[in-house]
Each structure stands twice: as structure tokens, then as C-alpha cells.
């Protein structure tokens, strides 16, 4: 099945920092999603990106399919954005979205 | 109005008995999910249904049985738990099985506590 690694684990920012989150696939995905997990656990989806770039205010995500890799951007950085980073990919046959383990991110005042 | 609401939130509960959570959402999707996220946070597929169909069934113990009365709603029945049980359960759902242009969209998850 597809693997899902994700980096760095940690992240520690000064508010107003900027910093890139890596998510890389073992194979080919036509389904890659971002989400994020705030600190009292709701999981919020942030990009549905197979391919190509997409922006939503101060975050944005690039996918490389090709390359197996998705980044999420994330500029000047605010305490809300603390919490958990998770990135999942699939493939149409199996329907399965696979979770990466997640970048634990803390932007500090 | 909530987009995907699941019950209970919370849940403690002996070894040995059995319980459900419910899930439902009011987005008119396809497709329904069941997630378990452990308490390192990482989250797993436990089954999906799609129109009521079962598509994904992973493998979990034949304890836990989900149900989908209809499109909207998909709950999830645990049999004899066990103390490995504990965890966040959540629901999700998408406009189809393949995430659908908007991917998914999750509940606020339930804290399963088997003492």
C-alpha cells in the first residue's frame, strides 16, 4: 500500500515566521489532502490538491505528482496555527485515504 | 449548523460492554467514513460505505460493526470492549469515494475510554 511520510515531525516557529511542511508518497496518488488538527482535536481539511498549486489565505500547497511530494506553506505564522499537520493520499482503486503521521507544529508569541 | 455531527463526545465505559456512536451529516454526501486515531494521533480507515454499500473494510476485529441506515447517517457498533479500544473515533464524509474535488469533512471525533 501507499506509504506517507511526512517532515520534519516538530516545529517550533516565532510568530510571524514562515515555514514549509513536506509530505512525501511511496507511488503514484490521484487524492492528496491537508488537514489540520487544532489543539482540541478537530480535524480540519485544508487543500484537496492532487496536483498543482492552491492558495487560501496565508497557506498555500503545491503538489508534484510526479515527484511524489506535496508542500504546505504556511507564512507569517500566528498562534492559531499551532496544533497538528496531517497530510493523506490515495489512489481511486482502493478508495483508502492514508495518513501521514503528522508535523507538530507551535508558533510561539 | 453542524456539517458532520457525531455522538457522543465523550464515552467511559467497563471492559466487556457494548456501545455505539452515532454519525450524521447534512452535507448531502456520498460517502461515509469511520477513522481511529490512537494516542499518538495516528489515524487509521476502519470502513467506509458509499451510498449505503460497504467499500472499506479494514481489518479490525469483527467486534466493531458499522451500519448505514441510509446515506446520511453512519454509526458504529462496538462489541465487548477491550482496553486496546481507547481512542478518538472519527466520522467523516466526502462527495464521493475519492475525496471529490473538496476531500473530506470530519466531525469533532469521540473519546472512547475503556477502564
Known amino acids: 500500500g501507499i506509504q506517507v511520510e511526512q517532515s520534519p515531525p516538530d516545529l517550533i516557529l516565532q510568530e510571524g515566521a514562515n515555514s514549509t511542511l513536506r509530505c512525501n508518497f511511496s507511488?503514484?496518488?490521484?487524492?492528496l489532502q491537508w488537514f489540520h488538527q487544532n489543539p482540541w482535536g478537530q480535524l480540519i481539511n485544508l487543500f484537496y490538491?492532487?496536483?498543482g498549486t492552491k492558495q487560501n489565505g496565508r497557506l498555500s500547497a503545491t503538489t508534484v505528482a510526479t515527484e511524489r511530494y506535496s508542500l504546505l506553506y504556511i507564512s507569517s505564522s500566528q498562534t492559531t496555527d499551532s496544533g497538528v499537520y496531517f497530510c493523506?493520499?490515495?489512489?481511486?482503486?482502493?478508495?483508502?485515504?492514508?495518513f501521514g503521521s503528522g508535523t507538530r507544529l507551535l508558533v510561539r508569541p | 449548523d453542524t456539517a458532520v455531527s457525531q455522538t457522543p463526545k465523550y464515552l467511559v465505559t467497563q471492559m466487556g460492554n457494548d456501545k455505539s456512536i452515532k454519525c450524521e451529516q447534512n452535507?448531502?454526501?456520498?460517502?461515509m467514513y469511520w477513522y481511529k486515531q490512537d494516542s499518538k494521533k495516528f489515524l487509521k480507515i476502519m470502513f467506509s460505505?458509499?451510498?449505503?454499500?460497504?467499500?472499506i473494510n479494514e481489518t479490525v476485529p469483527n467486534r466493531f460493526s458499522p451500519k448505514s441506515p441510509d446515506k446520511a447517517h453512519l454509526n458504529l457498533h462496538i462489541n465487548s470492549l477491550e482496553l486496546g479500544d481507547s481512542a478518538v473515533y472519527f466520522c467523516?464524509?466526502?462527495?464521493?469515494?475519492?475525496?471529490?474535488?473538496?476531500?473530506?469533512?470530519f466531525g469533532s471525533g469521540t473519546r472512547l475510554t475503556v477502564v
Open positions: 467523516a464524509s466526502s462527495r464521493s469515494p475519492t475525496g471529490g474535488n473538496y476531500g473530506y469533512t
Open positions: 507511488d503514484s496518488v490521484n487524492n
Open positions: 490538491i492532487p496536483s
Open positions: 493523506a493520499a490515495g489512489r481511486d482503486s482502493s478508495y483508502k485515504l492514508i
Open positions: 452535507l448531502g454526501h456520498d460517502t
Open positions: 460505505y458509499n451510498n449505503k454499500e460497504l467499500i
